[in-house]
């Protein structure tokens, strides 16, 4: 079982950036597909960005396509998300997932562990 732990989340103004890691421990990573959600406040937990198991294919959600970054580096066993012109809607616990597939997916049901989140608040 992977077990998955983020950082890097804070509070920066709007237009600022932040990266969050996820770190994995665990029995094969390199093979999982990786995930970013996001809850905020009332809300459901959305897709943020995934990325394959070589990081050759990813995907984002339209809300943070061209400001967001998904990326990962199986020999340190960590994925990233680099977040950058970070506007108010994007405040939210953010949470990294691991897929129980190599590919790229979107649906929350396709993967099966996560993380405990890293909340991240940007103000106007």
């Known amino acids: 079982q992977v077990q998955l732990v983020e950082s890097g989340g804070g509070l920066v103004q709007a237009g600022g950036s932040l990266r969050l890691s996820c770190a994995a421990s665990?029995?094969?990573?390199?093979?999982?597909?990786m995930g970013w959600f996001r809850q905020a406040p009332g809300k459901e937990r959305e897709f943020v960005a995934a990325?394959?198991?070589?990081?050759?294919?990813?995907s984002y959600a339209d809300s943070v396509k061209g400001r967001f970054t998904a990326s990962r580096d199986n020999a340190k066993n960590t994925v990233y998300l680099q977040m950058n012109s970070l506007k108010p809607e994007d405040t939210a616990v953010y949470y990294c997932?691991?897929?129980?597939?190599?590919?790229?997916?979107?649906?929350?049901?396709?993967?099966?562990?996560w993380g405990h989140g890293t909340q991240v608040t940007v103000s106007s």
């Open positions: 997932a691991s897929s129980y597939v190599g590919w790229v997916v979107r649906h929350i049901g396709e993967y099966d562990t």
């Open positions: 665990g029995r094969k990573f390199s093979d999982k597909a």
């Open positions: 990325i394959s198991w070589s990081g050759g294919s990813t």
